[in-house]
Nanobody, 119 residues
């Protein structure tokens, strides 16, 4: 049974930092790509950043230089360090991982964590 447990969301003032974590539990699989998405009220879920098993990170333009994605493969955990937060960053943030088990690839989502940035 694969489970994704997110933590680290909350309320922060504009310009402040916040760090999200997403731990993947379970056995007998490999994790390839890990990523973070967000969904603001009335908007579609959008990709923020992802990172390969080898550590190559990709970001969407509007978070470059402010957000940093990283992963700890020994802990099956992905992080999102968010700095210089803006009110428009307010959204529910979801982690997303691709699991490979017996040559089958499956995408899993975290439960989502609310990030609210006050102006």
């Amino acid at each position: 049974q694969v489970q994704l447990i997110e933590s680290g969301g909350g309320l922060v003032q504009s310009g402040g930092p916040l760090r999200l974590s997403c731990a993947v539990s379970g056995r007998g699989f490999a994790i390839t790509v890990m990523g973070w998405y967000r969904q603001a009220p009335g908007k579609q879920r959008e990709l923020i950043a992802n990172i390969t098993a080898g550590g190559t990170a990709n970001y969407v333009d509007f978070v470059k230089a402010r957000f940093t994605i990283s992963r700890d493969n020994a802990k099956n955990t992905v992080y999102l360090q968010m700095n210089s937060l803006k009110p428009e960053d307010t959204a529910v943030y979801y982690c997303n991982v691709e699991i490979v088990r017996n040559d089958f690839r499956t995408i899993y989502w975290g439960q989502g964590t609310q990030v609210t940035v006050s102006s």
